[in-house]
């Protein structure tokens, strides 16, 4: 048995990871002998949902904490009585009086407010919580907020939502990739209920796979990211599903112009197990159909292609006893398109399957455990019918996970987390299958690829004073694919100082390292992108940020002003050769190039989350660049999605308890493209035809047209004997802007002779104004 030095060196450092995560918990116990404990889950009292980041605080004492992930908390205190006020934005507060003379766990039940749309909306956070935290660059959007943005077609849609934030900006338009502070659309990682989503679009990158009736919450980070979170460059998309209603059965749903959906949930056991169905479907295809077979007899008709999509997410989770808790969900979703014709058939079907068991345990009041087992897959296939031959394209990747991970409570002021994970991939890259029906013909091409990614990290958030606190970790990361291994030591710290009760600065330092790599034929979100892993030619990528911020409460807490700027180094970037064979190449490795990127800029954010009327407005100016040996002969160009200026308004005005009103204005300089400059004819022989040849010079140097957009939405609400319903009014593109999509030049030609005179620039826009309407209710 060959045992590498790599197994070594790793085996050392993760020798050393767990002898001072145990040597941590021995000072841990030494600082908190004295006192006892209460802890438990702070939890919805009309669905028992968990609420993330509740309020737990012992007011005589000034000590408190928050709830973690899971909707747990644990709180040291000294052998008293003690008054604990436990709150939550969007629900009344509740107080709790605890006796200790031993340690307690207690489950507390809050309300949400009269005033409040029954909903959970468990991601929102106050604006003196968002001063308050270390954690600097992350997003957080409740599904309450996301429902009553305006939305194309009306469907509401959670990556489209965070596209509105500074600092995230969309490939194109109408599309769900995400290009965050310069990265590029492979470099986020998005995980639904902690499975890792590779593709997270359907109908090719318009809408995302995530339904937000089955959502209970989304959080982005674009920079001081967790050490729980590796393998991307530019961000973390946490997608958290509903646990279902254990108090009694209900559900939710809408019906579209373009899809309907239906969400059930309800207890299996009252207060101790529930479940939660979702679905969603579109029906083009219904409609599409009986056009065509409406028409089968024109011969001049030319049919429409069948398409459609569907997803769906299951959830079940029981409670096994005060100290333990189970949970599995899963997601499912398939995008179908199809076109028949005489002797000709075309079939392409895409989607994800996700998987996740998870196991929750308390080994005592101050040590908290997540054990997760996950797969995830993703996988499209091309089938092609002409006569007949017929042929299969696809790609695939699966992964196969475990991770573990411990939050430990040292002292009221400073709480250790740590954890690891270990990742199996297994990539099928350009699988291609021909021949003929008679099998006379064949032929196939692909890899099957292997790949072994792992982690352990731990991580601190220290309290020393009223003004510091400060988070610091580290993450220890590897990877092995064909004999080949990577690691790195990935640094995270963050830290933030008060100033005053209404003002505080913070900083942040991150690095990160990804091993598998997205291999894209286009700047957009396709389907049939492949996923490639690291070897002994395609190293893994780096990136190093540093970012620093000042926020401020103004007008009595009703707003917060944020400013950020950052600085982000990108090392292994990678692109592909001018004329590069992506697909149906056994040595894609060859296409590689790798060169660096860096990018910087300025954010400035200002929110209010209460009152009658609220919103936010973020302006983003930054620059992005790229530099490859291979690549506009050396020189650093501007990639697709560099973004000078960008701006976002949205505004949510409740105009009585029935009605309420919204807008979003979206501006933003044109994507960088190449254009030619010129243009040569050649003619390979004497009497051919001649050909015409553009020039280009450098790669996106010149600028489409600015994009701005206006959209506007109504919301009428209705109360019913047996629940709440809204009719959902929207207009995309209100005043009807033509916003650039592309960009194609048009050949002049002399009309006696027939020759090419010149070339006319032509651009081509997608969507006009489109107003919509969406019925959704509740039981």
């Not at 089938?383 to 430990?408: C, E, H, P, R």
């Not at 990877?479 to 942040?508: D, H, I, M, Q």
């Not at 044109?670 to 004497?686: C, H, K, M, T, W």
């Amino acid at each position: 048995m060959h045992i590498s030095t790599a197994n070594i060196r790793s085996g050392y450092w993760f020798s050393c990871f767990i002898c001072l995560l145990f040597a941590l918990t021995l000072v841990g116990e030494s600082q908190a002998q004295h006192k006892f404990s209460v802890s438990g889950y702070v939890k919805d009292a009309e669905t028992g949902e968990d609420l993330i980041g509740a309020s737990v605080y012992a007011p005589q004492l000034s000590k408190g904490t928050t709830t973690n992930a899971y909707g747990y908390f644990s709180l040291s205190l000294p052998t008293d009585s003690i008054q604990l006020i436990i709150s939550y934005i969007g629900y009344a507060p509740a107080q709790r009086k605890v006796f200790l003379v031993k340690n307690q766990q207690l489950t507390i039940m809050l309300a949400p407010e009269k005033q409040e749309l029954k909903e959970v909306v468990v991601t929102a956070e106050s604006l003196q919580a968002k001063l308050e935290q270390t954690q600097m660059s992350v997003e957080r959007l409740s599904i309450a907020e996301i429902k009553q943005i305006p939305a194309l077609f009306g469907e509401v849609d959670i990556i489209k939502a965070l596209q509105l934030k500074p600092g995230i900006q969309s490939g194109g338009e109408g599309a769900t990739g995400l290009y965050v502070r310069g990265g590029g659309p492979d470099q986020n990682l998005i995980v639904l209920d902690e499975a890792t989503v590779y593709n997270a679009a359907h109908l090719f990158g318009f809408f995302s796979i995530f339904n937000p009736d089955a959502v209970k919450g989304v959080d982005l980070y674009k920079g001081d990211f967790p050490a729980q979170f590796g393998g991307r460059l530019s961000s973390v998309v946490d997608v958290k599903l509903k646990d279902g209603n254990d108090q009694h059965v209900a559900g939710s749903g809408g019906i579209g112009l373009i899809a309907s959906r239906l969400t059930l949930e309800g207890p299996l056991l009252k207060d101790k197990s529930s479940f939660m169905l979702s679905g969603r479907r579109t029906y083009f295809d219904i409609f599409t159909r009986q056009l065509n077979k409406a028409n089968a007899d024109d011969e001049e008709y030319n049919p429409i292609p069948d398409y459609y999509f569907y997803d769906m997410n299951a959830k079940v989770n029981y409670e096994l006893g005060k100290k333990d808790r189970l949970f599995l969900s899963g997601y499912f979703g398939r995008d179908i398109f199809k076109f028949s014709g005489d002797n000709f058939n075309f079939d392409f079907k895409w989607g994800n399957t996700t998987g996740t068991l998870r196991w929750n345990h308390i080994f005592n009041p101050r040590l908290f455990s997540n054990t997760s087992f996950i797969i995830s897959d993703y996988n499209y296939s091309i089938a092609n019918k002409f006569d007949i031959f017929k042929f299969t394209l696809g790609s695939s990747i699966q992964d196969v996970s475990g991770k573990t991970d411990f939050d430990y409570l040292i002292t009221n002021n400073h709480t250790l987390r740590f954890g690891a994970q270990y990742t199996y991939h297994q990539f099928a890259v350009g699988r291609l299958q021909a021949g003929s029906d008679d099998g006379r013909v064949s032929f196939s091409s692909g890899q099957d690829l292997f790949g072994s990614q792992m982690g352990a990290y731990v991580s601190s958030d220290y309290t020393p004073n009223i003004r510091w606190r400060l988070n610091s970790g580290f993450r220890l990361s590897g990877f092995e694919s064909r004999g080949k291994w990577y690691g790195g030591l990935e640094p995270r710290f963050s830290a933030r100082y008060k100033l005053s009760n209404t003002a505080s600065v913070k900083a942040s330092a991150a690095r990160m390292y990804q091993y598998v790599h997205l291999v894209s034929n286009s700047g957009a979100s396709l389907p049939t992108d492949i996923w490639f892993p690291s070897g002994r030619i395609v190293r893994p990528q780096r990136s190093d940020q540093i970012a620093g911020g000042i926020s401020i409460l103004l007008g009595r807490g009703k707003y917060l002003l944020s400013n950020e700027v950052y600085y982000k180094w990108m090392k292994n970037q990678t692109d592909f050769r001018d004329g590069a064979q992506l697909f149906v190449n056994p040595q894609l490795e060859q296409e590689f190039v790798f060169g660096k990127g860096w990018g910087y800029g300025n954010e400035i954010y200002l929110e209010k989350k209460e009152g009658r009327t609220t919103g936010w407005i973020g302006y983003t100016l930054s620059w992005t660049f790229r530099k490859f040996d291979e690549i506009n002969e050396g020189r650093r160009f501007f990639p697709r999605y560099d973004r000078r200026h960008d701006m976002t308004m949205v505004v949510m005005h409740e105009l009585n308890k029935r009605l309420s009103v919204t807008a979003t204005w979206i501006y933003g300089t044109g994507n960088a493209i190449s254009l030619p400059v010129g243009r040569f004819i050649f003619q390979d022989v004497e009497g051919a035809n001649f050909s015409v040849v553009p020039e280009y010079l450098e790669r996106n140097s010149f600028r489409m047209a600015p994009y701005h957009r206006l959209d506007l939405g109504l919301v009428w609400k209705f109360k019913h004997k047996w629940g709440d319903s809204d009719l959902t009014f929207s207009v995309y593109n209100a005043y009807n802007r033509r916003n650039p999509y592309f960009i194609y030049f048009e050949e002049l030609r002399d009309e006696d002779t027939d020759q090419i005179t010149g070339f006319k620039a032509k651009q081509v826009s997608l969507f006009p104004v489109i107003p919509s309407v969406t019925y959704n209710f509740k039981f």
